[in-house]
């Protein structure tokens, strides 16, 4: 069993940036891929980013690229989402996903692929 813990979340104004964290407890966390995702009211759950185990591979929604990075310091347990250029769309729950390593990236993308979740912490940005 992994338990993940995000925090990080608040209340930004356009322009601004956020750090988001998701620690991680329970089994070795560096042998999980990590995802975020986020959902806004009335929508899907949809993909954000993700970092494989070793934190050699990143990948992201194009709606946050270039603006939003991944990262990961396993011997820290934790893995982050620096958000800048936040805009008023990126107004959302964000929740970090976990499952055990993989090759198969193609399944990094799909929230019904992952084992664990996390709470979940709320990211509000004001125009």
């Known amino acids: 069993q992994v338990q993940l813990v995000e925090s990080g979340g608040g209340l930004v104004q356009a322009g601004g940036s956020l750090r988001l964290s998701c620690a991680a407890s329970?089994?070795?966390?560096?042998?999980?891929?990590v995802a975020w995702f986020r959902q806004a009211p009335g929508k899907e759950r949809e993909f954000v980013a993700a970092?494989?185990?070793?934190?050699?591979?990143?990948y992201y929604a194009d709606s946050v690229k270039g603006r939003f990075t991944i990262s990961r310091d396993n011997a820290k347990n934790t893995v982050y989402l620096e958000m800048n250029s936040l805009k008023p769309e990126d107004t959302a729950v964000y929740y970090c996903?976990?499952?055990?390593?993989?090759?198969?990236?193609?399944?990094?993308?799909?929230?019904?692929?992952?084992?664990?979740w996390g709470q979940g912490t709320q990211v509000t940005v004001s125009s």
């Open positions: 996903a976990a499952r055990p390593r993989s090759p198969f990236s193609f399944y990094y993308t799909q929230d019904h692929w992952y084992d664990y």
């Open positions: 329970g089994r070795t966390f560096t042998n999980y891929v």
């Open positions: 970092i494989t185990s070793s934190g050699d591979n990143t």
